[in-house]
């Protein structure tokens, strides 16, 4: 038996290729190798699967950003929402135009792609572990590592990117692509929490707090996030912070120095609020004086940074320790040592180079037949629902593309 199409990884990309290409009719064959389909899409969105995002635009993305403009054009948030729509889930966006399925369960996103696959007569093979893609007389070949073999007219490659390997990643779609003249560019952690040295944070596991984050590559404010800051053990973590970690990356691979400016205190002349502060407060103890601004912990670390004995009274502090302070609560900075590995990241940036394809349809110039999409591919996104936005769109470009490979 030969398919039309074989698809490798059942995920996000791989299961919505598959369901629009058996909605036309074609014969596909899913191939997953793990026990389950779309396991990273159950936990996107802290099981609620931030799918879209209202506002993408290609500014959200890195990487080729052609290709990530090419399929926001093809497929826009609204036309991505009214796929799902037309799966049975509507959608809803959130104040900030973050787009969830209507039930807010990642589960349900899941169920409408398999369940429609299903009922369109897409082949799902799970644990088949695809080692090997090769191309003879015009028919891919997939063979799994256990020794299966699936013949078909048209491969395309969903095998996602490295991060989360508890979930799947492995990059065995890197070696795939390879196997047919694909360049690969080099691929690091992207939203991930980011590393300092462990002493400054000390005693702040847990702590969260409002804030202003800015990424200081060479000393200059690269890029600036608001939101909340949650502390770790080994650094600073929480959305806005981990939206700086492919800079910080970035940076980092190209020998740069690399620091974290925390301001917490964004919206306030602080040095008047503190002084004022001292004057209202005067025997408040230093390791106390900025309760009720941010959390004690915090507080008593900002006052540490500050050079400033946790026991003194506000009161006996002079103009210039109340501005060291002020100082430590707007521009607390602190050295970024690199981010959280592939383990613990969420998205991969670089990825199956997008010049050897042709970004209409992610149609390969390097194999005729073969495609891939998703995050195997150099596009990563932003927090906010726009990877899952370009798993959805490259998915469907190369759905379409396919189709008019196989022709009538
Ligand atoms: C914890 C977490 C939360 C996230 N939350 C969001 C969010 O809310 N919004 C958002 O936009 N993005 C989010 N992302 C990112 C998003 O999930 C991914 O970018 C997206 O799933 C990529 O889709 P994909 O189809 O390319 O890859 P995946 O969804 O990773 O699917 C790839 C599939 O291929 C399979 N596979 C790999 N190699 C082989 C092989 N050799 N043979 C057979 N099968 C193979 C894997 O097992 C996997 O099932 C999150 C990621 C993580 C880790």
New binding site residues.
Partial sequence: MIYDVLI????????TAACALALRGRRVVL????AR?????L????G?????HLNAGADDYHGSRQAARAALKAWPPKRVMAFFDGLGVPCVADGAGRVYPMSRQAASVLDALRLRCDEAGVETRTG????ALTCQNGAFGAA?RDGGAVRARCALV????L??PK????G??YG?LEGFGHRITPRFPA?AALKTPPKPVRGLKGIRAEGEVALLVDGAAARTERGEVLFSDTGVSGIAAMQLARLANEALRAKRRCDVRLNFAPDTDARDMLRRRAGQLPQRAAEDFLNGIVPRRLGQALAGAAGIAPGAAAGELTRAQLDSLAEALTAWTLPVTGTQDFDQ???TAGGADLRDFDIRAMRSLRAPGLFA????LDV??D?????????FAS?MMAAEGIDEALGK
């Fill in positions: 490798v990884g059942g995920g996000a990309s791989g299961l191939l997953e190798k793990q389909v779309g396991r990273k899409l936990s996107t969105g802290n609620r699967c931030n799918l879209t088949f572990d695809v080692a799994a969903c095998t996602g990117g991060a989360a979930l799947g990643a492995c065995a779609g795939l939203i990241a969420q998205v999409a998703g995050e195997v990563d996104g927090c906010g629902g726009f990877n899952l936005q370009w798993a998915a």
